[in-house]
Nanobody, 127 residues
Framework: VQLQASGGGLAQAGGSLRLSCVASGRTFSLYPMAWFRQTPGKEREFVATSSWGIGDRDASYADSVKGRFTISRDNSKNTLYLQMSGLKPEDTAIYLC???????????????????WGQGTQVTVSS
């Protein structure tokens, strides 16, 4: 099983980026998938999660990105997305996608919940 994240890059404050995470080796339809981010010397930080992949009803966000970021999925492509708008310099980080299989009764905001991880994609926001 592999998760391949892409779409990172350099953006100006207020700008937008769209991250993608393609899963291969198994389908994660109806299983939790999430985005986390990490900066040097800090713990992995929760960004957003999609519990069942059924749209906005099952998405949750960190307070720091709520209203600016949107998580979505295309189950036909086994792909997770993160649309980021209104970017701020503090959004600068390596963004990692994660997936959980099988489903376990663990908090979706915790990185320990996920047993599959992508390699990450760098997002840099300039002021």
């Amino acid at each position: 099983v592999q998760l391949q994240a892409s779409g990172g890059g350099l953006a100006q404050a207020g700008g937008s980026l769209r991250l993608s995470c393609v899963a291969s080796g198994r389908t994660f339809s109806l299983y939790p998938m999430a985005w986390f981010r990490q900066t040097p010397g800090k713990e992995r930080e929760f960004v957003a999660t999609s519990s069942w992949g059924i749209g906005d009803r099952d998405a949750s966000y960190a307070d720091s990105v709520k209203g600016r970021f949107t998580i979505s999925r295309d189950n036909s492509k086994n792909t997770l997305y993160l649309q980021m708008s209104g970017l701020k310099p503090e959004d600068t980080a390596i963004y990692l996608c994660a997936a959980q299989y099988p489903r376990r009764p663990l908090p979706l905001e915790s990185p320990q919940t996920y047993n599959y991880w992508g390699q990450g994609t760098q997002v840099t926001v300039s002021s």
